[in-house]
């Protein structure tokens, strides 16, 4: 039994929607047209670059975001590695509810950042 089955049991419907995610919704690269017209978030130490390398691309870049989700819960992306234990709790309390997103954490003896947490913004002087 793994952790994630251990918290979450048997909820088939998170195993379904983990099926039915695709390989090519998890690419990070703007050139996709994957981010057109949404928000997003990337590593602060890069972020300057980054928002200047896709200043013609319809991207809303946020600065002080640990992590960003568009409107519909299709997208997710986090500002760094450890960002990304934030964005995995984000979106498990989103598709499990908030209870096995806490076991989950509890578990971990993870810290949760929220999504606009993010002292990292201003240390690289973003906000």
């Known amino acids: 039994m793994t952790c994630f089955s251990a918290i979450i049991g048997n909820d ?5 929607y983990f099926d039915r995610a695709q390989p090519d919704e998890l690419l990070e690269e ?3 047209g994957l981010l057109d017209g949404k928000r997003a978030t990337t590593n602060k130490e890069m972020f300057k670059v980054i928002k200047e390398d896709t200043k013609d691309l319809p991207i809303t870049w946020i600065a002080k975001a640990r992590w960003v989700a568009t ?5 997710w ?7 990304g234990m934030d964005l ?4 498990l309390e989103y598709i499990t509810g908030k209870g096995p997103a ?10 949760v950042n929220g999504e606009g947490d ?3 913004a201003a240390k690289n002087g973003l906000v």
């Open 30 to 32: 703007t050139s996709t």
């Open 118 to 120: 993010d002292p990292f």
């Open 102 to 111: 806490e076991a989950s954490a509890g578990f971990l003896e993870m810290m």
């Open 77 to 83: 992306s986090s500002s760094g590695i450890t960002a």
């Open 71 to 75: 409107e519909d819960k299709k997208i």
């Open 88 to 91: 995995a709790y984000a979106f």
């Open 12 to 16: 088939l419907g998170v195993y379904q």
